[in-house]
């Protein structure tokens, strides 16, 4: 079976979620990352949200994969909205780009909020075929 050129898949881990996700260029990955998050928790058929531009870092691509997933979680625990799309751009040790995010409300719950996103088995960087990370969610 031949996967996709980009994409993501979230896996149970005990009392946890991983998340993995690939693409053809970091940004892609990291993107695809940002969904996969959202998919732990809700399940979202609106793209239609405002959108609000983010800095994360600097770090290392792992620590920046982790910058973006907290500010995301920040986004729905705090404020109450859950992000629905990305746009990144990698710049240098910084992601820069738009978060579209839409009341919590808006959208089908269907599992626990994050409470966080640990660095235990955090990957991300290159393969042959793309790059690929992967990140364990504190359910």
Same mark, same amino acid.
């Given at each position: 079976?031949?996967?996709?050129?980009?994409?993501?898949?979230?896996?149970?881990?005990?009392?946890?979620?991983?998340?993995?996700?690939?693409? #053809?260029?970091?940004?892609?990955?990291?993107?695809?990352?940002?969904? +996969? $998050?959202?998919? &732990? $928790?809700?399940?979202? *058929?609106?793209?239609?949200? =405002?959108?609000?531009? $983010? *800095?994360?870092? #600097?770090?290392?691509?792992?620590?920046?994969?982790? %910058? %973006?997933?907290?500010?995301?979680? @920040?986004?729905?625990? +705090?404020?109450?909205?859950?992000?629905?799309?990305?746009? /990144?751009?990698?710049r240098g040790d910084h992601l820069v780009g738009r978060i579209t995010a839409? #009341?919590?409300?808006?959208?089908? /719950?269907?599992?626990? /909020? #994050?409470?966080? &996103?640990?660095? =235990?088995?955090?990957? @991300?960087?290159?393969? *042959? =075929?793309?790059?690929?990370?992967?990140?364990t969610v504190d359910v």
């Amino acid at each position: 079976m031949q996967r996709a050129d980009r994409g993501h898949a979230v896996r149970a881990h005990t009392a946890d979620a991983v998340i993995e996700a690939w693409g #053809p260029t970091a940004a892609a990955c990291y993107e695809e990352a940002a969904a +996969a $998050f959202v998919d &732990v $928790f809700a399940a979202t *058929d609106t793209v239609e949200g =405002s959108a609000e531009p $983010f *800095d994360v870092g #600097p770090g290392r691509p792992e620590d920046l994969l982790v %910058l %973006l997933l907290e500010e995301m979680l @920040f986004d729905a625990d +705090a404020r109450g909205h859950v992000p629905v799309a990305t746009e /990144i751009e990698v710049r240098g040790d910084h992601l820069v780009g738009r978060i579209t995010a839409v #009341p919590i409300e808006e959208v089908a /719950i269907i599992g626990s /909020i #994050p409470k966080g &996103v640990s660095y =235990s088995e955090l990957e @991300f960087g290159r393969s *042959d =075929s793309g790059w690929h990370c992967r990140a364990t969610v504190d359910v």
